[in-house]
Each structure stands twice: as C-alpha cells, then as structure tokens.
C-alpha cells in the first residue's frame, strides 16, 4: 500500500515527497508550499484540458472507423479520403511561412552531428554507462563485436584479432583525418613541435592534410595523447608503447577513442516499466543524481565490486598553450511520459494524476541543479533543460505541452524557454500535420524524431477497420514510409531547425549485429539527420564513424531544395487491397508476433524490465519495448478483426511460442515459465494486448502493461 502525506491538498506518495521536499528542493531556494502548491494550481487549470484532448482522440477515431466501416470492401479514393480528414479536423491547415526560433542549445544538439543513445534512467547503471558513453574506444568496439570477420581466440588478448582493429582503425584515420602522402597504417611515431603535430613515416615527416585537425594534447614521457577534429567530432590518438597493444605498434599507438555519444536520453517512458509512486521515486531519483552529478551504483562483476559514477572533463593543453576542456559526458535529455497515462504518485481529489505533468514537474526541478552550476562539468552549459515529448497527436496536444511547461517554469522561477522541447514524430496526426506541430513550440523546439515502430503501430491502429494490413516484414517497403522519414526531414530544414535542434532517425535494434549496423546506418546521416539512435556504448563508437564518414551539414546542403515529400503518399494505407495471403505466410506472422509479444511481455510483467535485448522467434536478440510490442499487437488485433486468423488458431500459437520462450530464458534463474502459468499475469497481458487490442486507445500498450505489472507486484509481495 502506497503511503501518502498532504502538500497543499494533493495526496503525495510518502517516497516523492521524502525525495522532492528532503533532496531537491533545498538547494533550489523553493519551499515545498510553493512547488506543491503550484502543482495544485496547475492541474486545476490544466487537467480537464488533458482529458478534453485525450477525447478529441476517440472522437476523431471514431469517425474514422465510421467511415471505414461505411466503404467496407471499397476502393479508396485518396482525395475523398484526404477532404474527409481535414472535414473532421484531422489534418489542419498549414499557416504562414515561419522559422524556428529556440534560443540557448548547446553545440551537441544545435551544431555536432552524432550518434544518440536512449537508456531507462530507472537503471541507474545503464544510465551511467549512457552518460559516460562521450567517449570510446574504437579498438575496443571492433575487438569485441561482430564488426570484423571472425572472433577473438584464447582467454586473453589476441594479437591477430587485435591487428584486425588497429588496421580497421588505421583505415578509418585515412579517410577521416589523413595525412599528406602517407597512411597512418605506416606511421612510426607521431611528434608534436610547438602547436604542430606530425606522423613520421622512417625518416620522413609527414603533415595533417588539414592542419587545423590538430586541437589538443596531453604528454607524459613516452606517454601522451593527441586530440583531432573531423566534422565537429573529436578523435583522440592515445600513445603508450608500454601497453600491450601499443608495444606492437611501431608508433605507439595503443587506441583511437572516439566522440561517440553526443547525446543521450534518459527515458522515463518506453524502456521502463515504473508504474507506481515507488517506481516513479526511483526514475526520479536517479535523473536526480545525474544532474547534481552525484549519482553511484555499485555492482558485482565478474566476482569483484565496482562502483560506477560520472566520468570528469577531458583537459588538455591546446596548440597554443592554453587549455582545452572537453565535456566527459553525453548531454542529456530526459523523456517524459505522454499525455495518456495517470499515476498514483499524486492524487488529485482522490484521482490519479497527468504523469506527464508531474514528469515535467520533477524532472525539470532536478534539473535546476545542473542549471545553478558555474563551473565544473555540466550537463548543459547553454542553460537549458533539454525534454523529449513522445506520442503527441497534433499540433493541439504538442501546444498544450507548450502550456505544461511555460506553468512549470513559473512554478519553479525560470525564464520562459529554459525548458526545451523535443517532439517525437511518432504518431499519424504529427507526422500528418509537422510543420504546424513544430510552429505550436517553434521558441522551444530542439528535436524532431521519426520513429518507425511506433508510427507502424498508430498506422495499423487509426486505419484499423479499412482491412488487413500487410504482413510486418513487408512494411518497411509501404509507400507511407520513405514519404513519412523524408517529410521529416523536409520540415525540420525548411524551418530552420539546422543550428537550433536534431532532425533524428530511429533505433538501431541489433545490438549484436555490428557489422550490419556499419552497412546499413549510414543511411541516417546520408537522409539529412544530424542524429540517430544507438542501443549500446560499443553501437555509439561505431555508428561515430559515420558522422566522419559523412558531412551531415553537406548533406543538408543538397536536400535543402527538393521537392516536399508527399502528403497523400503519407495517407496511403499499407492494407493488403484483396490480396490473399497463403497459410503459410499467415502462420509465419501469427506465430512471429506472438513469440515477440510473450517476450517482452514475460520480462515487463514479472521482472519489470522496460527495455531489453529479447530474443526473436530465429533467436536473434532484438532490442525490444513498448513501440516493438504496440506493432506485433495490433497487427494480430487487426487480422483478428478482419478473419485471417481466429481466436483459437491465436491461443495455439500462444502456447507454442511460450514454450520457445521458456526455453530461450532457460538460464535466467528469475525467470518464470509461462508454460507452466499459463493463467498467470504475464501470459494473461499477452492475451490481453492481442484480444482487446481494437479497444485500447491509439493501439498504446500502457494501460494493460500497467495494470497487469501491478497485479504481479502484488502477487510477488
């Protein structure tokens, strides 16, 4: 049972208020009275229009069924289909000609291009490991990952594969920071003379081809490490002939490290699963510890203990003498809920609250502590406070998050725009009407993001009742995508958003596929995004030399003036159109969604893992949460409702993919068989997301997760 003390007339779970009034407020010069009181006022004031938009939703999809339902088995006829939509308030009318105007960003969003991490900040080391993720080794990320053929041999280093990397990297120096008539593979040492640094190749010295590369160094004796610059990211050449790689070096050259993750998000949404006020403490006091920059976590590895924390600024010695300091950390951005979901965290008349709102409350608060610094390392040196806003329909929802956050910075004392805004292009209604969502936070806005998965799950669910839609593996080839990720991208340069925000493209989801990730990813900066997501550090360091590899600014350049993606390309629905589908291609989908579903589900409900690798039904691992288990549950909601498969054929195939399941944890000591509980909470989600998916609002997953974890914790305590 959740405890709870009065604040200004709200019931304030015990634990939030022991964090909030005991550890953030005190050194903000705000009273507990204040915040709460504040909190009081603006959920009078802004709730019933959180709950108004959130029936604006139902109603609009109301009438989009209907309309569906009525032309059952017809054609569809896109421009009656489009007057429809803007008929109902669907898709709104495009204003004037503006810009965006957010003021205030820190170069890593505003100007660098790179990769970005996503992390549930409810892991307090996995949100450690995130920030830290600035920095890696490029040796280390080929060594260890299937980046170059084959595997390391032995217990300890190996040198042939350790050769592999040096060459793979000697390569990579080449093309990104290459010297004038020789190859960094032959380099016998690298000399510094005054502010200028060289490669000697035997007698031979060697210049930079660009000889502003050179930014930075630290020498120790035989020691040092040179720092380089290639498209705003950094490259560090560390020496040591002591180290056992450096010794097999003729330079010294023990590893390149690379500017990895510029970025990362905290997220308190999709990769978590806090569904109550004692899981809400711990998000919050993690996201706490990183912007005081005092947050720890100490583990058990490998039979030893570590302690993890921040990593300090990089200091060196300029060219000319003075001091270069270089952030130790990834910039942070912490992702917020949505507009859908309510908490018992506070109670509000005896009601659950927006957690949205009091995401927005407490995390800019915490904030504030990273804001007060004057110097140290810091997350923002800007003075910003940089939040991302998933699964907003249309520019109505995105200007009322507009309204959340100007009233939590007049709670909190802040000037107007501290809090900046990323919109997360994920849902039908924003990516329909963009342009007129980002003009709703053009002084705030930093971060326009596709999201495939997400978006494919509000494809199937707003289209739900027009047919059965294509089989998953098909999806990536619809014709709403490629109009879908290059109208992103479109919007986010004809307003400016270059110089002021991320224009972003969606997760890599195979953490263990890296050389399939360096084939393929470089499709993200070549289609004009200055950032994408990476599952892992190791991912981070390698998707990095894509951003050397190609100049986004350039890319940008090229895109700038081409012909705006298509609006009615958007709103074509990928539904099959009469084709009929063999049983064997019905099965094949039925059974993949459901191993997927069990999956994830079997981790979230009893374990209370958001976000983790989870094997797929070929048992690859796949970096799954809630936007993964929002597509394959409302693709076997949609063909239930359309006849491809029936109720029974899905309980079979439930039972047999929980016994792939089971076997695929087999060595997860905490793991319960779903086989053996078929009745039990986790299996009954999965039911319960398939079985009543037409019903659940947008398609989203939340509510049923949320119920069905609470009933486990029940059940475990």
Known sequence: MTEYVDRAGLQVAASIADLVDGQILPDLGISADDLW????????????????????????????????????????????????????????????????????????????????????????RFALNAANARWGSLYDALYGTDALPGAPEGNGYDPKRGAQAVAWSANFLDRSVPLDGASHADVTAYVRDGATLTAKVGDATHAFADPNAFVGYTEDGDKASYMLRHNGLHIELVIDPSHPVGKDSASGLRDVVLESAMTAIQDCEDSVAAVDAADKTEVYGNWFGLMTGKLTETFDKGGKQMTRAL???????????????????????????????????????????????????????????????????????????????????????????????????????????????????????????????????????????????????????????????????????????????????????????????????????????????????????????????????????????????????????????RERASLDDLLTQPVLSGRNLTEEEVRRDLDNNCQGILGYVVRWVDQGVGCSKVPDINDVGLMEDRATLRISSQYLANWLLHGLITEDEVNDALMRMAAKVDAQNAGDPEYRSLVDNPHGPAFQTAKDLIFKGVAQPSGYTEPLLHAWRRKAKEVQA
């Open 37 to 124: 009181g504040g909190f009081a006022s603006m959920l009078a004031d802004l709730a019933p229009e959180n709950l108004r938009l959130l029936e604006v939703r139902e109603t609009l999809q109301k009438q989009i069924d209907d309309w569906h339902i009525a032309r059952k088995g017809q054609p569809i006829d896109g421009a009656e289909y489009r007057a429809f939509l803007e008929e109902i308030g669907y898709l709104v009318p495009e204003g004037p000609d503006f810009k965006i105007e957010t003021e205030n960003v820190d170069p890593e969003i505003a100007t660098i291009a790179g990769p970005q991490l996503v992390v549930p900040v409810m892991n307090a």
């Open 311 to 561: 990593n300090p600024d990089k200091v060196l010695t300029a060219p000319d003498g003075g001091e270069l300091t270089l952030p130790g950390r990834a910039l942070l951005l912490v992702r917020n809920v949505g507009h859908l979901m309510t908490t018992d965290a506070v109670l509000f008349e005896g009601e659950e609250t927006p957690e949205g709102m009091l995401d927005a409350l407490i995390t800019v608060a915490a904030a504030m502590h990273d804001l007060k610094k004057t110097d140290g390392p810091r997350n923002s040196r800007a003075g910003s406070v940089y939040v991302v806003k998933p699964k907003m329909h249309g520019p109505e929802e995105v200007a009322f998050a507009n309204r959340i956050f100007t009233a939590v910075e007049g709670i909190l004392g802040l000037p107007l725009n501290t809090v900046k805004i990323g919109v997360m292009d994920e849902e039908r209604r924003t990516s329909a009407n963009l342009r007129e969502c980002m003009r709703a936070v053009k002084d705030r806005l930093v971060f326009i993001n596709t999201g495939f998965l997400d978006r494919t799950g509000d494809e199937i669910h707003t289209s739900m009742q027009m047919g059965p839609f294509i089989p998953k593996g098909e999806m990536a080839g619809s014709v709403w995508l490629s109009a879908y990720e290059n109208g992103n991208v479109d919007a986010g340069l004809a307003l400016g958003l270059r110089g002021r925000g991320q224009i972003g493209k969606g997760m890599w989801a195979k953490p263990d596929k890296m050389a399939e990730m360096l084939d393929a990813k470089t499709n993200h900066p070549m289609a004009g995004a200055n950032t994408a997501w990476v599952p892992s550090p190791t991912a981070a360091t390698l998707h990095a030399t894509h951003y050397h590899q190609i100049s986004v600014s350039d890319r940008q350049d090229e895109l700038e003036g």
